[in-house]
């Protein structure tokens, strides 16, 4: 048995090239043909934006220079006429951009030094792969082209900086540490104004001429280049500020053939769209375009099936742990279930009789808390029981309280009532209702049963991991290294032929995802917090939803909201766990009828279900408005102030189901 | 390559600390017994405490009839250290001035820039001092940054001339308790190699395996945690510390690799991160990272165990 996980990468950051383009699965839309989700050679920028691990970086990485060299089957420049554009692939936070700022240097000089300093930046990288294309095998390009070349991006200074070879002899190379020599400058400058309180940079070009210059020349003066797009692949946009991005957009905006630009960021980190071109503001569909990766997956779920089930089967064969390896749903055990969860229910509650349950006991003792009456409580449990069959039971009971709920309390008549519905499902022609009940509220119970028998819930099979992942790749590849991991722990073999990994490895790995997920989604700092404590009172209240006496909306992970009435810390929360994928959006607001506000809906993220035993699938909705609103998303109420603002909805789920409380206070 | 044993430094018992004598001693003040112990009984014809905002003191609470620098606006760590230098009339120092520093109490990034600060002043030799704790209040939980993080940067003084990034950058985190930290660090520089260095021996026994328990919590933000990513160097020797990155990262093509440090464990640790650097590493591609929060726990230790003292030649930081 081997003890290699085949999920141990999770992170494209973490793949050299030869294995970016070795594990790399295409997404391909519903009729098999490969999806467009980024087109480098489309002239309209485009943002590429989306929640950590949805595939951004690895997309970008394909598109890039050094994966084109890879793919190369004659020789480079075969390979990028072919493609049509050369992609020059980098991170922002190589910039290392925080050092822009303080230092008892105003903000405006800042802001001028770092304009200059990206254009060096993105023409040094340009020429980087430049250099490498005219060294490649088969590429000959003469001297006086290069010469071309060199002397046309010099021309692009306002003030040339000195060569230390005459240009007509010069490479692309000497050109390149030219440039390189100019950002060292520029960087001791920089880091040493600290302590000599001075920065005097000598700024050579007017802003964007270099980046729109140098691909230019690439195009004009290089044989073999022309037509082609010198695509800038610039990722992790987030790592720059607002008055940084506000550079970039201006590049963007006022863009010149061939350059392009794709640019990925994570959602939150999308600062502005303003520009410095006369305040003018880019516009999604005008300046740019604007994927969300995890909507493009979202917008053909058959296909992200089908790309998770490849994404896992090619771990497996690239891995060698399971080269034959053709179906993943096989991979995973699952709890066998008959139509009434039987044979499971039977486990978690035990041989004792029917009354004994612990759900019977609490129908009981809520019986006779609501009428001092022993007798009728007993008859009550008595009339709901169903003891081979413990998960009818609990629909029975849902059943009488919510008749309970609707009449002036409880009595006999309604136990016999629900109990006869119920029984309908043990003939061969259950009533419609009986089936509505059984097909709403199954999963509901069934996870009542766990939890009120203090076991853990199970979380298993593959369609469910795919369910959590919430469109984003990696949560999957999260997940899967978890199970695996457990599997190992738990001393079986897993991804051997014929023995699937455990319901108990794939549940233990599950909630070390969840909470891996919870913690890797805040943001940083106070926002993170306040976050933070969102999340836990809403997943709070769902869980309370879902376990009480009566749960009003089956399975209930989303809320709807007019958002109104929300404090401006409360809407910088609700949002911030939007943009950080810990709340999903789900983008369907209609108008209330009543009220005729757009209603917003937001499901709390699947990958966070499991830490508040709810489950991955999105079914009812709940409304949030108001005191409940303002109470989970504003920082400034505490938990002791939710928990009295949510008591009533909460006690209206619990017998005796009203919400009176004589203690409550008015806090809004 | 440079051997940094041969820098002196030596421990002392508590009941010799007051015995050590200075012309100058400075010390960052918080609640910490080992702190206050230690201000109190070493000898020193001039003392100045350091009131870091990031401990939040009241004025009530300010040590009383005692020389102290406490700035009124918000300083960078440079800004913070040369207004020091200005009020306290220390901007040309004699070189024979005998000064010792207690970084016990000290924010990580002002223990690590203040060696290049004393250098440009003048001074050519301080004693660095660090006391051990016997334990650390809440154990493998105890957390040093109160309240969140605002963003990982790099520390002033310590930036390096980059290269444009690619697959063999490097990150070095030195990392203690506070999982948050590493985990924070890794992710600004998600796309580097990672190493992480530990203290082994660690300042008590238990210490270690509570740093290992920190790091495992942190495997998944951690590139290929394995093994071989593992660095070990004395917690309490910052010698030894700089010796090791040294060594370890003389192995990297220079010519191409970027460099990133980051230590977020012991004071001792991160000085020998520092002084490294300031050694070694000026004017490369290497540059020193770190997790900045705006507020700081002012206890998180009890007891004293001893008191490193460790002699900085700061002749050895390297001129640019």
């Known amino acids: 048995m081997s003890n290699e996980n085949p999920f141990a990468v999770t992170k494209a950051v973490d793949y050299t090239d030869n294995q970016i383009a070795q594990n790399f699965v295409s997404f391909e839309n519903i009729a098999g043909r490969p999806s467009v989700i980024a087109d480098p050679k489309n002239p309209m920028p485009l943002f590429l934006v989306g929640g950590k691990g949805g595939g951004r970086t690895h997309l970008m990485r394909r598109m890039s220079y050094s994966l084109q060299k890879l793919d190369a089957t004659t020789n480079i420049l075969t390979k990028i006429r072919h493609d049509g554009y050369v992609g020059v692939y980098f991170r922002c936070s190589g910039l290392n951009a ?28 340009t020429l980087e792969v430049a250099v490498d294309i005219c060294e490649s095998e088969g590429v000959d390009w003469h001297q006086a082209d290069i010469a071309t070349f060199v002397q046309s991006v010099m021309d692009l200074f306002d003030t040339p900086p000195e060569m230390s070879v005459p240009i007509t002899t010069a490479g692309i190379a000497d050109l390149h540490n030219v440039v390189s020599r100019l950002l060292r400058e520029l960087d001791r400058s920089i880091n040493n104004v600290a302590l000599t309180g001075r920065l005097e940079p000598v700024i050579r070009s007017s802003p964007g001429r270099l980046v729109f210059g140098v691909s230019k020349s690439l195009a004009t003066a290089l044989p073999g280049m022309e037509g082609i797009f010198v695509t800038l692949l610039v990722d992790e946009f987030e790592n720059l500020n607002i008055d940084q991005q506000r550079y970039l957009n201006t590049l963007i905006r006022e863009r010149e053939a061939p350059a392009n630009f794709i640019v990925g960021s994570r959602r939150w980190g999308l600062r502005t769209f303003e520009t410095l071109s006369g305040g003018e503001i880019n516009k999604q569909d005008n300046e740019f375009e604007l994927t969300v990766m995890e909507d493009a997956y979202a917008a053909n779920k058959k296909s992200f099936k089908s790309f998770c089930e490849d994404l896992v089967l090619k771990r497996l064969q690239v891995s060698g742990t399971f080269r034959n390896a053709t179906s993943v749903v096989d991979l995973f055990d699952d709890l066998s279930s008959d139509k009434f969860f039987d044979l499971e229910c039977k486990a978690l509650v035990g041989s004792s009789p029917s009354c004994d349950r612990k759900h019977m006991s609490s129908l009981y003792d809520k019986v006779f808390d609501a009428t001092g009456n022993k007798d ?25 309280y919510q008749m309970w709920n609707k009449s002036a309390g409880p009595n ?99 909630r070390e995802a969840a909470a891996w997920y919870a913690r890797d989604a805040k943001p940083v700092g106070d ?91 999105r079914r009812g909705t709940f409304t949030l408005q108001g005191d409940e609103l303002r109470a989970i998303f504003d920082p400034s109420v505490n938990h002791s102030d939710f928990d009295r603002i949510v008591s009533p909805r909460i006690k209206r789920m619990n017998a005796p189901f009203t919400d009176f409380d004589e203690n409550q206070e008015v806090l809004f | 390559m440079i051997d940094y044993s041969l820098l002196a430094r030596r421990d002392v018992p508590p009941a010799e600390v007051m015995h050590l004598n200075y012309d100058l001693f400075i010390s960052s003040f918080n609640s910490s017994d080992r702190v206050g112990y230690t201000y109190r009984n070493v000898q020193a014809a001039r003392k100045i405490w350091i009131i870091h905002p990031e401990y939040q003191y009241r004025d009530e609470d300010l040590p009383k009839n005692a020389e102290f620098f406490r700035p009124t606006e918000k300083l960078s760590v440079a800004e913070f250290w040369l207004r020091f230098l200005s009020e306290a009339a220390l901007t040309q120092v004699d070189p024979a001035l005998r000064i010792a520093v207690d970084i016990t109490g000290m924010m990580r990034p002002h223990l690590m820039l203040l060696p290049l600060i004393l250098k440009h002043a003048g001074v050519r030799y301080v004693d660095f001092l660090y006391s051990d704790p016997a334990s650390y209040v809440a154990g493998n939980s105890t957390e040093f940054a109160r309240g969140e993080v605002s963003h990982v940067a790099q520390i002033e003084g310590f930036e390096g001339l980059h290269f444009s990034p690619s697959e063999r950058d490097v990150l070095v985190i030195g990392a203690g308790y506070d999982k948050v930290l590493v985990q924070l660090v890794a992710d600004h520089k998600r796309a580097c190699r990672h190493y992480v260095l530990l203290g082994l021996p660690s300042l008590q026994p238990h210490m270690y395996q509570e740093s290992q328990l920190q790091v495992a919590r942190t495997e998944e933000w951690l590139n290929s945690l394995g093994e071989d990513s593992f660095l070990f160097s004395p917690a309490n020797n910052p010698f030894m510390t700089a010796q090791v990155l040294g060594d370890h990262l003389s192995r990297e093509d220079s010519s191409r690799t970027n460099i990133y440090l980051s230590p977020v464990g012991s004071k001792s640790q991160a000085l020998g991160f520092a002084w490294y650097y300031l050694c070694e590493a000026r004017e490369t591609a290497t540059s020193m990272l770190f997790p900045f929060a705006p507020f700081y726990s002012r206890e998180t230790s009890s007891g004293i165990t001893r008191l490193g003292i460790f002699t900085l030649e700061l002749d050895w930081i390297q001129d640019i």
């Open chain 1, 376 to 400: 009728l409580a007993m008859n009550i449990v008595s009339e709901l029981e169903f003891s081979q069959h413990p998960l009818l039971e609990k629909l029975a009971i849902l059943k009488f």
């Open chain 1, 98 to 125: 925080n050092r822009f700022a303080g230092k008892g240097v105003d903000t405006s000089t800042w802001n001028a030094l770092f304009a200059y300093y990206m254009d060096l930046w993105l023409t040094q990288l």
């Open chain 1, 412 to 510: 006999l008549a309604s136990a016999a009532a629900a109990s006869s519905l119920v029984a309908s499902l043990l003939t061969k022609r259950p009533q419609k209702e009986a089936a509505t009940l059984l097909g709403h509220w199954k999963l509901d119970m069934l996870a009542q049963l766990y939890v009120e028998n203090d076991r853990k819930l199970p979380y298993y099979g593959f369609e469910h991991f795919i369910e959590m992942s919430g469109y984003l790749p990696r949560n999957l590849l999260i997940i899967l290294k978890a199970i695996t991991r457990w599997s190992i722990f738990l001393g079986e073999s897993p991804f051997s032929a014929g023995t699937p990994i455990s319901a108990k490895a794939q549940s233990e790995g599950v």
């Open chain 1, 527 to 617: 926002l993170g917090r306040n976050v933070d404590a969102a999340i836990r009172k809403l997943g709070g209240l769902m869980r309370r939803m879902r376990y009480s006496d009566k749960p009003v909306e089956v399975s209930c992970v989303t809320f709807s909201t007019d958002r109104h009435g929300l404090s401006k810390d409360g809407e910088l929360c609700l949002d911030a766990c939007i943009q950080h994928g810990l709340l999903l959006e789900i983008r369907d607001g209609q108008p209330d009828r009543n009220s005729g506000s757009l209603q917003h809906r937001y499901q709390l993220n699947p990958m966070l279900a499991p830490l508040y035993d709810l489950p991955t699938a």
